[in-house]
């Protein structure tokens, strides 16, 4: 595994070197306009742990969805781990969508509570998570009323949900082609957008060192994807497929509408941009983005870089200490075995 410098090396590092690997020349570099962000910078709170006990602490106690109880509503019956990221945030929007369309439904087999996963601690790493999610990320999903079914992975979760608790097909598809275009435009995003974007929001914003070729690489690539909505969007009447609002919508809207975190300027794509505005405006969207708690917005470039500046200071941190609570158990393991 490549040493990776510690926040306290990088910076300095970064800053002696912007002559030989800098962004683009201001005049050349990809535009921002106010957006959205989705990597909030971590709330300090009481359910926020110590990432000096990452690898050793217990997942926190589930709480009630912040997004509003429904009267009459039971015991919850799904169980949420995740965080405000775009990935999380697929989930929570749909479970809010669904809960809106069924309001019956939302008050037992939709009644839902979250566990946050405070990424910034490694708690997802830790061998409780690990049970529900064996690779270690968010967001997961219990079944209580299948047996405690455990569902991992965000696009997985979004067909599970709509395959139990979408029987009008609110939300999907009765035709086959329907459901072929919307399986298409999850898979597009899933192996696509997701990734690209993620790489993106890495070296436009959190690499210790500015990398241009890695920059221009992601971004091209990230607008080619966008590219590819925008041409989707026109051809589908405003929506992905069936020209209707649906999982294929949810599924890649909250990392598009974090465009500017990726350096992309959205009035390059009109009809993905008037398609994040109808979709905002969503009660059930606006709801499931507060789930575990709303990303912090930013406007200008200053805003974009403080946020940043944040998020890969903690992560910096938190893998460090994961590094040196691994090394002291390994120590505490030796000399018992000794």
């Not at 990597?39 to 602490?57: G, N, Q, V």
């Not at 999982?247 to 598009?256: K, L, S, T």
């Given at each position: 595994?490549?040493?990776?410098?510690?926040?306290?090396?990088?910076?300095?590092?970064?800053?002696?070197?912007?002559?030989?690997?800098?962004?683009?020349?201001?005049?050349?570099?990809?535009?921002?306009?106010?957006?959205?962000?989705?990597?909030?910078?971590?709330?300090?709170?009481?359910?926020?742990?110590?990432?000096?006990?990452?690898?050793?602490?217990?997942?926190?106690?589930?709480?009630?969805?912040?997004?509003?109880?429904?009267?009459?509503?039971?015991?919850?019956?799904?169980?949420?781990?995740?965080?405000?990221?775009?990935?999380?945030?697929?989930?929570?929007?749909?479970?809010?969508?669904?809960?809106?369309?069924?309001?019956?439904?939302?008050?037992?087999?939709?009644?839902?509570?979250?566990?946050?996963?405070?990424?910034?601690?490694?708690?997802?790493?830790?061998?409780?998570?690990?049970?529900?999610?064996?690779?270690?990320?968010?967001?997961?999903?219990?079944?209580?009323?299948?047996?405690?079914?455990?569902?991992?992975?965000?696009?997985?979760?979004?067909?599970?949900?709509?395959?139990?608790?979408?029987?009008?097909?609110?939300?999907?598809?009765?035709?086959?082609?329907?459901?072929?275009?919307?399986?298409?435009?999850?898979?597009?995003?899933?192996?696509?957008?997701?990734?690209?974007?993620?790489?993106?929001?890495?070296?436009?914003?959190?690499?210790p060192l500015k990398i241009p070729y890695g920059i221009k690489r992601y971004i091209e690539e990230t607008e080619r994807l966008y590219s590819v909505l925008e041409a989707g969007?026109?051809?589908?009447?405003?929506?992905?497929?069936?020209?209707?609002?649906?999982?294929?919508?949810?599924?890649?809207?909250?990392?598009?509408?974090?465009?500017?975190?990726?350096?992309?300027?959205?009035?390059?794509?009109?009809?993905?941009?008037?398609?994040?505005?109808?979709?905002?405006?969503?009660?059930?969207?606006?709801?499931?983005?507060?789930?575990?708690?709303?990303?912090?917005?930013?406007?200008?470039?200053?805003?974009?870089?403080?946020?940043?500046?944040?998020?890969?200071?903690?992560?910096?941190?938190?893998?460090?200490?994961?590094?040196?609570?691994?090394?002291?158990?390994?120590?505490?393991?030796?000399?018992?075995s000794s």
């Amino acid at each position: 595994m490549p040493i990776r410098p510690v926040a306290s090396v990088a910076r300095p590092l970064h800053r002696s070197l912007l002559t030989c690997a800098q962004r683009p020349p201001k005049a050349t570099r990809i535009s921002l306009i106010s957006a959205p962000i989705a990597f909030p910078t971590p709330r300090l709170s009481a359910r926020t742990m110590s990432s000096s006990a990452a690898a050793t602490t217990h997942l926190p106690n589930p709480e009630p969805s912040p997004a509003g109880q429904v009267p009459g509503q039971g015991k919850p019956n799904l169980h949420l781990y995740t965080w405000g990221t775009p990935n999380g945030y697929k989930v929570s929007i749909l479970l809010e969508e669904l809960r809106a369309a069924y309001p019956e439904v939302a008050k037992n087999k939709l009644a839902y509570d979250m566990i946050p996963v405070d990424i910034s601690t490694n708690v997802q790493k830790t061998p409780e998570f690990l049970k529900v999610n064996p690779n270690g990320r968010i967001p997961a999903l219990i079944d209580d009323s299948q047996n405690k079914l455990d569902v991992w992975e965000s696009a997985s979760i979004e067909l599970y949900l709509q395959s139990q608790y979408d029987p009008d097909n609110k939300f999907w598809f009765s035709d086959v082609k329907g459901r072929s275009d919307a399986l298409s435009w999850i898979f597009f995003a899933h192996g696509g957008v997701g990734p690209m974007q993620g790489q993106a929001h890495h070296f436009y914003r959190y690499a210790p060192l500015k990398i241009p070729y890695g920059i221009k690489r992601y971004i091209e690539e990230t607008e080619r994807l966008y590219s590819v909505l925008e041409a989707g969007l026109e051809k589908g009447n405003g929506w992905l497929a069936g020209g209707k609002y649906s999982v294929a919508d949810i599924n890649v809207y909250p990392w598009v509408r974090s465009y500017a975190w990726a350096g992309i300027d959205i009035s390059k794509y009109p009809r993905l941009g008037k398609w994040i505005k109808t979709i905002e405006e969503r009660p059930a969207v606006q709801k499931g983005l507060t789930v575990p708690n709303p990303p912090r917005a930013g406007t200008s470039e200053e805003e974009l870089e403080k946020i940043a500046a944040d998020v890969a200071n903690w992560k910096d941190k938190a893998e460090k200490e994961l590094d040196d609570e691994k090394k002291k158990l390994e120590q505490e393991k030796a000399q018992k075995s000794s």
